[in-house]
Protein backbone atom coordinates (compact mmCIF):
# COMPACT_ATOMS: atom_id res chain seq x y z
CA UNK A 1 0.00 0.00 0.00
CA UNK A 2 1.36 3.81 -0.95
CA UNK A 3 0.44 6.63 0.90
CA UNK A 4 0.62 8.45 -2.67
CA UNK A 5 -2.91 7.45 -3.09
CA UNK A 6 -3.61 9.35 -0.09
CA UNK A 7 -6.21 11.72 0.18
CA UNK A 8 -8.32 14.11 2.61
CA UNK A 9 -11.70 15.14 2.65
CA UNK A 10 -13.72 17.45 5.34
CA UNK A 11 -17.24 17.40 4.33
CA UNK A 12 -19.35 14.36 5.90
CA UNK A 13 -21.27 12.29 3.91
CA UNK A 14 -24.22 10.03 4.31
CA UNK A 15 -22.97 6.44 5.22
CA UNK A 16 -20.15 7.44 6.78
CA UNK A 17 -21.75 6.74 10.05
CA UNK A 18 -21.39 3.08 9.19
CA UNK A 19 -17.75 3.64 8.11
CA UNK A 20 -16.81 5.10 11.40
CA UNK A 21 -18.49 2.25 13.23
CA UNK A 22 -16.27 0.00 11.40
CA UNK A 23 -13.60 1.96 11.94
CA UNK A 24 -13.67 2.69 15.65
CA UNK A 25 -14.59 -1.47 15.53
CA UNK A 26 -11.70 -2.30 13.75
CA UNK A 27 -9.42 -1.07 16.42
CA UNK A 28 -10.43 -3.49 19.48
CA UNK A 29 -9.76 -0.47 21.49
CA UNK A 30 -13.09 1.28 22.50
CA UNK A 31 -15.52 -0.07 25.32
CA UNK A 32 -18.68 -1.22 23.25
CA UNK A 33 -20.96 2.09 24.58
CA UNK A 34 -18.38 4.02 22.81
CA UNK A 35 -18.66 2.98 19.59
CA UNK A 36 -21.69 4.71 19.46
CA UNK A 37 -20.84 7.94 20.91
CA UNK A 38 -18.29 8.16 17.63
CA UNK A 39 -21.47 7.19 15.26
CA UNK A 40 -23.61 9.78 17.05
CA UNK A 41 -21.14 12.81 16.01
CA UNK A 42 -21.26 11.97 12.60
CA UNK A 43 -25.19 11.59 12.48
CA UNK A 44 -25.23 14.93 14.17
CA UNK A 45 -22.68 16.49 11.34
CA UNK A 46 -24.77 15.16 8.72
CA UNK A 47 -27.65 16.61 10.52
CA UNK A 48 -26.99 20.05 11.76
CA UNK A 49 -24.38 20.60 9.27
CA UNK A 50 -22.27 23.80 9.51
CA UNK A 51 -23.95 24.60 12.41
CA UNK A 52 -22.21 21.44 14.26
CA UNK A 53 -19.48 22.58 16.88
CA UNK A 54 -17.97 19.14 15.21
CA UNK A 55 -15.34 19.07 12.39
CA UNK A 56 -14.00 15.96 10.43
CA UNK A 57 -11.29 15.03 8.52
CA UNK A 58 -11.01 11.67 6.75
CA UNK A 59 -8.26 10.33 5.07
CA UNK A 60 -9.03 7.72 2.08
CA UNK A 61 -6.77 5.96 -0.08
CA UNK A 62 -8.38 5.14 -3.21
CA UNK A 63 -11.61 6.45 -2.34
CA UNK A 64 -11.85 4.17 0.62
CA UNK A 65 -11.73 6.03 4.34
CA UNK A 66 -8.92 4.71 6.43
CA UNK A 67 -8.93 6.90 9.04
CA UNK A 68 -10.47 9.86 10.27
CA UNK A 69 -10.13 12.90 13.00
CA UNK A 70 -13.17 14.48 14.90
CA UNK A 71 -12.25 18.00 16.86
CA UNK A 72 -14.07 21.05 17.15
CA UNK A 73 -13.67 24.50 19.61
CA UNK A 74 -14.45 23.76 23.32
CA UNK A 75 -17.59 26.25 23.90
CA UNK A 76 -16.77 29.43 26.69
CA UNK A 77 -12.72 29.25 25.41
CA UNK A 78 -10.70 31.02 23.17
CA UNK A 79 -8.66 29.15 21.01
CA UNK A 80 -8.73 25.98 22.79
CA UNK A 81 -10.15 22.69 20.80
CA UNK A 82 -10.98 19.12 21.63
CA UNK A 83 -9.28 15.73 19.26
CA UNK A 84 -13.04 13.89 20.25
CA UNK A 85 -11.61 10.65 18.06
CA UNK A 86 -8.50 10.06 16.30
CA UNK A 87 -9.21 6.52 14.80
CA UNK A 88 -6.75 4.78 11.79
CA UNK A 89 -8.48 1.60 10.61
CA UNK A 90 -6.86 -1.92 12.13
CA UNK A 91 -5.85 -2.89 8.25
CA UNK A 92 -3.99 0.37 7.71
CA UNK A 93 -2.23 0.87 11.37
CA UNK A 94 1.56 1.69 11.47
CA UNK A 95 1.73 3.00 8.24
CA UNK A 96 2.15 6.61 9.59
CA UNK A 97 -1.49 7.88 8.32
CA UNK A 98 -2.40 8.36 11.78
CA UNK A 99 1.12 10.92 11.80
CA UNK A 100 -0.28 12.27 9.15
CA UNK A 101 -3.97 13.04 9.43
CA UNK A 102 -3.10 14.95 13.28
CA UNK A 103 -0.75 17.07 11.15
CA UNK A 104 -3.28 17.99 9.06
CA UNK A 105 -5.81 18.12 11.77
CA UNK A 106 -3.19 20.67 13.31
CA UNK A 107 -2.62 22.88 10.28
CA UNK A 108 -6.66 22.68 10.25
CA UNK A 109 -7.28 24.37 13.90
CA UNK A 110 -4.31 26.87 13.47
CA UNK A 111 -6.06 28.12 11.01
CA UNK A 112 -9.58 28.45 13.00
CA UNK A 113 -7.30 30.51 15.46
CA UNK A 114 -6.66 27.66 17.78
CA UNK A 115 -4.37 28.37 20.67
CA UNK A 116 -4.19 24.74 21.65
CA UNK A 117 -5.76 21.26 21.47
CA UNK A 118 -6.52 18.42 23.71
CA UNK A 119 -6.38 14.95 23.45
CA UNK A 120 -7.55 12.35 26.09
CA UNK A 121 -7.03 8.85 26.64
CA UNK A 122 -6.90 5.77 29.36
CA UNK A 123 -4.65 4.70 31.61
CA UNK A 124 -4.47 1.73 31.47
CA UNK A 125 -1.71 -0.65 29.07
CA UNK A 126 -3.38 -1.26 26.11
CA UNK A 127 -3.55 2.49 25.50
CA UNK A 128 0.50 2.94 26.32
CA UNK A 129 1.05 3.13 22.39
CA UNK A 130 -1.65 6.04 22.51
CA UNK A 131 -0.01 7.71 25.28
CA UNK A 132 3.59 7.46 23.58
CA UNK A 133 2.14 8.44 19.98
CA UNK A 134 0.50 11.77 21.54
CA UNK A 135 3.93 12.45 23.34
CA UNK A 136 5.67 11.70 19.91
CA UNK A 137 3.14 14.66 18.34
CA UNK A 138 4.52 17.07 20.78
CA UNK A 139 1.52 16.81 23.13
CA UNK A 140 2.58 17.36 26.51
CA UNK A 141 0.77 15.55 29.91
CA UNK A 142 -0.72 18.07 31.66
CA UNK A 143 -4.11 16.41 34.24
CA UNK A 144 -4.76 12.57 34.78
CA UNK A 145 -7.75 11.40 37.01
CA UNK A 146 -7.81 8.29 38.81
CA UNK A 147 -10.49 5.56 38.05
CA UNK A 148 -12.58 7.92 35.73
CA UNK A 149 -13.79 5.47 33.10
CA UNK A 150 -13.78 3.01 35.74
CA UNK A 151 -11.83 1.80 38.47
CA UNK A 152 -8.56 1.22 37.48
CA UNK A 153 -9.14 2.98 34.21
CA UNK A 154 -8.10 6.78 34.38
CA UNK A 155 -8.34 9.57 32.10
CA UNK A 156 -5.24 11.17 31.07
CA UNK A 157 -4.99 14.63 29.24
CA UNK A 158 -2.53 15.84 27.00
CA UNK A 159 -2.57 19.30 25.30
CA UNK A 160 -0.25 20.32 22.20
CA UNK A 161 0.10 24.08 22.31
CA UNK A 162 0.80 26.33 19.11
Given at each position: MSLENLTFRH??????DE???EMVVSTNFFYDFEVPVAVELVQEKLEHGENSDYLFLFAEINGKPVAYTCYGPIAGTEGSFD?????????YRGKGIGRI????????VKELGARLIIAETSTIEKYTPTRHFYIQMGYT?????????????????FVKRF
Open positions: QVQPGDLVRLFWIITHNDILEKTHSLLEAKIDDFYKKGDGKVM
